[in-house]
């Protein structure tokens, strides 16, 4: 089983498919999602997004997990 990620900018797709790891550098520290993850909203500050091991960098964003989907709105530096 994997994660539903979509990784959006206001002009694109950045990510969009399956994941078994991504990692955020939210507002009170980095930190991972993973299958089952708890229910969260997070801020995002700028930083690196990785997903599977691919880094995407960031200015700032929010992001919203629930039932093994992840939806990301970021700013891409």
Not at 41 to 46: A, F, G, P, Y
């Amino acid at each position: 089983m994997l994660l539903d990620v979509q990784i959006l900018s206001p002009i694109n797709i950045i990510f969009k498919g399956k994941a078994a790891s991504v990692v955020f550098p939210g507002e009170n520290g980095v930190f991972e999602v993973l299958i089952f993850h708890k229910q969260i909203m997070s801020r995002l500050l700028r930083g690196i997004v990785s997903v599977d091991g691919k880094d995407i960098y960031i200015k700032r964003g929010v992001v919203n997990v629930n039932k093994n989907k992840v939806l990301a709105i970021v700013e891409e530096m």
